[in-house]
Each structure stands twice: as structure tokens, then as C-alpha cells.
């Protein structure tokens, strides 16, 4: 081919390609962006799976001092007036009314009772608000875990949209190109025809990535539990996840995972709870301790007797207290029962415990696996997006020079696309690894990943 030949094509390729554009390439205007910490730090506030975990602490602190108050006595206090209808009594064998009979009394008392079941319920309820507070824990980090993983969800469908844009560009070239060598009898119509056919397909596969990246921050959103600030197409995601090759050693892993993990420190929490209801139910069989005093008045008088002051002219009874030991003999075998099951919840807290602990453990070891898995797997696509973006140059010269095909050129261009997308699928895995492992072992990954 001269170069006449190549001048024409040029200027050919030039006039027709704002025609094949498409208003799709175009990234929509971005009105809202929404960094990572930004979407943690929200859901931590507004999720509801995250709340309804919250509202849990403030009980369990409150059982907390309710156990201590046990230790103090109980003091009550009240307050009545009485009223009788009037009536005759006999005078010197005359009925005489007396009048309506009207009564105020109060009474002031304590109560306090020291037993086992008092000792112990403060360990009870200080393991109980332990637990509560690592059932928190482990709230926030599933929740931290799960607005992380679905933030790169939409991070790789916008990637991927990327992708479908530059292929739809490529494509329009492809036909651009092919339309040219048309005119100048370089292409058959068939070449024009399978052109036509790849830019319109890859315009197709962009609506669906841009209805996938959409999906995606939709239900950024909603695990956020907040609603987006804008239409979701224009909210960019701003952060970037820089890669890097892990180094990670998974005894370590494992001894940080027991350290912190608060899954395993809940349940240990539960399971010191449990043994302080076996003491709880134990001490049924020793003695009660049992303190009660008070003091206490009443006032009556006729409604015809006006000399009187009522109602607050009262007669006090003396102090009247009472010190009670109680040894419990023989209750039947609900004693026994307790203990007994009081026994068995602390064996099955004590087994849920060794479960954790080996789901833990297998937990750490299958996504430590698996971030090693996605950085090799990552190499290898960063090196296919390599080969396929030379295979490409190659094809479009050759198709240029009249030497290859048009399905040559075609292939070219999917397998570009398709490489760009493996690259982009390995990236996003390995770090959806890296939040899986970090979850495990109760690390942030919010602040760890840079």
C-alpha cells in the first residue's frame, strides 16, 4: 500500500469518528465522593445491625450495679389514710353517734438479706457486661468488614465500567478504521459489518457495568445504613488500595488472633459467667442472713371531735427490728437440678469456646491461603494485560499494513478487554483476602491497608 493510500485512510478515519462516539464514554459528573474511613465511620453510626448491638451495653452495665446494690439493704417507706362510716355506741343505754372514724399511719423500713447467690452475682454480671462489650467488638469489626468489602465491590465495578468504556473507544475505532479501508476498497462490508457488531456489543457490555457499579454503591448505602447524598452515579469512590506482596507468618497470625479476637474473649466472658452460676447455685445449700427493722405511727379520730390535731399527731410505735439465720434443709431436688444444669451451661460455654477457637484458627489459616493465592494470581494477570496489550498492537499494525484479518483484530481487542478485567477481578480479590484475614485475627483494615 502507498502511502497515498495511508494519507487517505487518515483523513477518512478522522471525519466519521465523533459520529460513532457515544455519549456512554463520557464518565457522568461527580457531585458527591465518599472516602472509605468516611463509609466505616457512618455505618458505625448508622447501621442497624451495628445499634442493635450497642443498645445491648447499657443493660449489661446496669445488671452490673444492679448486683452491687444487692449488698445494700432495701429501705421502703409509705403512707395511708383510713375512713370508717359513723356509728352509735351506747351511753348509759342511749345510742350516741360518734361520727365518721378518719386514720393516717406511716411506716419506715429496711430489709437486707446476704446470701451466696449475693456474692456471686457481682461476677455473673461483671462477665456478663464483659461479654456484651466484646459482642460490640465483634459487631464493628463484621460491620467494618462488611462496608470494606462492599466499598471495593463498587471500587472493582467501577474499574470494570473503565474497562468497558476503553474497550467501546477501541471499538470505535475498530470500526472507524474498517469503515475507511472500506471506502478505499482496502475492507470488504463484511469487515464493516463485524466492526458494527463489536462496538455495538461492547456498548451493551458497558450499560451493564454501569448498572453493576450503580448496584454496587446502592448497597454501599445500605449497609451503611444511610441514604447516598446524590444519585449514586455521580458518587465516586475515592480511595485507592495500593498492593503489595504479603509477608505474613501464621503463627503469628494465630497468637494475635487469640489475643484479640473479640469472638474468643466474649465467650470466654460467658464462660467465667457460667462458672459463677454454678457458685451461685452451689451456695443454695449454706445459710441466708437476713436484717429487717423499721419504725411506724398512726393518728385516728371521730369527725366530731375537732380538739384533736390531725392527721399528723401521730402515736409511734418503737423501733421493731429482726436478725434471721436460715439453713435450708430439704427443698426437694431443685437445688441439686441447678447445680446441675448451672454444670452443663458452663461444659457447653466451655465447648463453645474450643469451637471458636478452631474456627478461628481454620478461619486464618484458609484466608491466609487465600491472600497468598490472589497476589500470585495477580502476577499472572498483571502479566497476561501485558501480553494481550502487545498482542493488540500487533494486530491493529498488521490490520492496518492489510496483512491480518478482521477477526484477527477483533480477538485482539476482546482478549484486551478480557485480560484488563482478570487484572482488575485479581486485584480486588486480593484485597477482599486481605479483609477476610484481617477479620479473622480482629485486626482494623481500615487503618492497616496503607
Do not use: C
Not at 459482642?135 to 470494570?160: E, H, K, P
Not at 411506724?296 to 434471721?324: E, I, K, L, M
Not at 441447678?338 to 457447653?348: E, I, K, L
Amino acid at each position: 500500500m502507498s502511502r497515498w493510500h495511508f494519507l487517505a485512510l487518515a483523513v477518512l478515519a478522522a471525519a466519521p469518528l465523533e459520529a460513532q462516539d457515544t455519549t456512554m464514554i463520557a464518565k457522568p459528573r461527580i457531585t458527591a465522593t465518599l472516602a472509605l474511613g468516611d463509609a466505616v465511620d457512618q455505618a458505625r453510626q448508622n447501621s442497624p445491625d451495628y445499634r442493635i448491638a450497642q443498645n445491648q451495653v447499657a443493660p449489661a452495665k446496669a445488671g452490673v450495679k444492679n448486683a452491687y446494690g444487692q449488698f445494700i439493704p432495701f429501705v421502703s417507706s409509705g403512707a395511708g389514710v383510713n375512713w370508717s362510716g359513723s356509728s352509735d355506741v351506747l351511753v348509759a343505754g342511749r345510742p350516741v353517734p360518734t361520727g365518721s372514724l378518719v386514720g393516717s399511719s406511716y411506716d419506715l423500713g429496711f430489709n437486707w438479706q446476704l446470701s451466696g447467690a449475693t456474692f456471686f452475682g457481682t461476677s455473673q454480671a461483671k462477665a456478663n457486661a464483659r461479654a456484651v462489650d466484646a459482642d460490640l467488638s465483634a459487631s464493628r469489626i463484621a460491620i467494618d468488614a462488611d462496608v470494606v468489602t462492599q466499598y471495593l465491590n463498587g471500587m472493582q465495578a467501577a474499574a470494570t465500567a473503565d474497562v468497558a468504556r476503553q474497550q467501546v473507544r477501541r471499538n470505535s475505532d475498530f470500526l472507524v478504521l474498517t469503515t475507511a479501508r472500506n471506502r478505499v476498497g482496502q475492507a470488504s462490508m463484511y469487515d464493516v459489518r463485524q466492526a458494527e457488531v463489536a462496538f455495538n456489543t461492547s456498548e451493551v457490555d458497558l450499560l451493564r457495568s454501569l448498572q453493576i457499579e450503580s448496584d454496587a454503591k446502592i448497597e454501599l448505602f445500605r449497609r451503611m445504613g444511610v441514604a447516598p447524598p446524590a444519585p449514586v452515579q455521580e458518587v465516586a469512590l475515592s480511595d485507592s488500595f495500593p498492593v503489595r506482596e504479603p509477608n505474613y507468618d501464621l503463627e503469628a497470625l494465630l497468637a494475635e488472633a487469640r489475643a484479640n479476637q473479640p469472638r474468643i474473649k466474649a465467650l470466654e466472658a460467658r464462660e467465667e459467667a457460667a462458672k459463677a452460676v454454678i457458685k451461685s447455685a452451689k451456695s443454695a445449700f449454706f445459710p441466708t442472713l437476713s436484717v429487717s427493722g423499721g419504725v411506724s405511727g398512726y393518728t385516728s379520730q371521730f369527725s366530731t371531735d375537732t380538739a384533736t390535731p390531725f392527721p399528723f399527731d401521730f402515736t409511734n410505735n418503737p423501733f421493731a427490728g429482726n436478725v434471721r439465720l436460715t439453713l435450708p434443709i430439704f427443698q426437694g431436688f431443685n437445688r441439686t437440678t441447678r447445680v446441675t444444669q448451672a454444670r452443663a451451661d458452663q461444659m457447653d460455654a466451655a465447648e463453645r469456646l474450643r469451637a471458636i477457637d478452631l474456627q478461628i484458627r481454620a478461619d486464618v489459616t484458609s484466608r491466609l491461603l487465600a491472600v497468598n493465592t490472589t497476589w500470585r494470581t495477580l502476577a499472572i494477570q498483571d502479566r497476561s494485560r501485558t501480553a494481550a496489550a502487545e498482542q493488540l498492537k500487533l494486530a491493529q499494525e498488521r490490520y492496518r499494513l492489510g496483512s491480518g484479518t478482521v477477526l484477527e483484530l477483533s480477538d485482539a481487542l476482546n482478549a484486551v478487554t478480557r485480560a484488563d478485567a482478570a487484572y482488575i477481578n485479581a486485584v480486588y480479590d486480593n484485597h477482599r483476602a486481605l479483609v477476610g484475614l484481617y477479620a479473622s485475627i480482629g485486626r482494623d483494615y481500615t487503618n492497616a491497608r496503607n
